[in-house]
């Protein structure tokens, strides 16, 4: 059964940091783009980051760029998204999504409707 889970989440300081793996099952990532997401108060889910292929196929929404990085680990199955500089707006539900690489580097990364696989999400908490 191909599924993938969030994990990392919690509570952090503003200006603190903050690494969420994405880890997949039932399928290996090689040929899989995984985006993260997240869905504030706003309820929106919004989205944040994506890597197609690898490491150098990456993007990034302007609201987290430089602020945000993603990485993968193909051999661990495993994609990151490491985040600095955390302010209390970024307070959130992280979720993170496969779909074919093809497809997204078609499609494009920032849209929910091309994602066939979502986790649970992860919470995290930017608070004093």
């Known amino acids: 059964q191909e599924q993938v889970v969030e994990s990392g989440g919690g509570l952090v300081t503003p200006g603190g940091s903050l690494t969420l793996s994405c880890t997949a099952s039932g399928f290996t990532l090689d040929d899989y783009a995984i985006g993260w997401f997240r869905q504030g108060l706003s309820n929106e889910r919004e989205a944040l980051a994506c890597?197609?292929?690898?490491?150098?196929?990456?993007y990034y929404a302007d609201s987290v760029k430089g602020r945000f990085t993603i990485s993968r680990d193909n051999a661990k199955n495993t994609v990151y998204l490491r985040m600095n500089s955390l302010k209390p707006d970024d307070t959130a539900v992280y979720y993170c999504?496969?779909?074919?690489?093809?497809?997204?580097?078609?499609?494009?990364?920032?849209?929910?409707?091309?994602?066939?696989?979502w986790g649970q999400g992860t919470h995290v908490t930017v608070s004093s």
């Open positions: 890597t197609i292929r690898a490491d150098r196929d990456v």
């Open positions: 999504a496969a779909a074919p690489s093809d497809t997204i580097a078609t499609m494009g990364w920032n849209r929910r409707l091309w994602y066939d696989y």
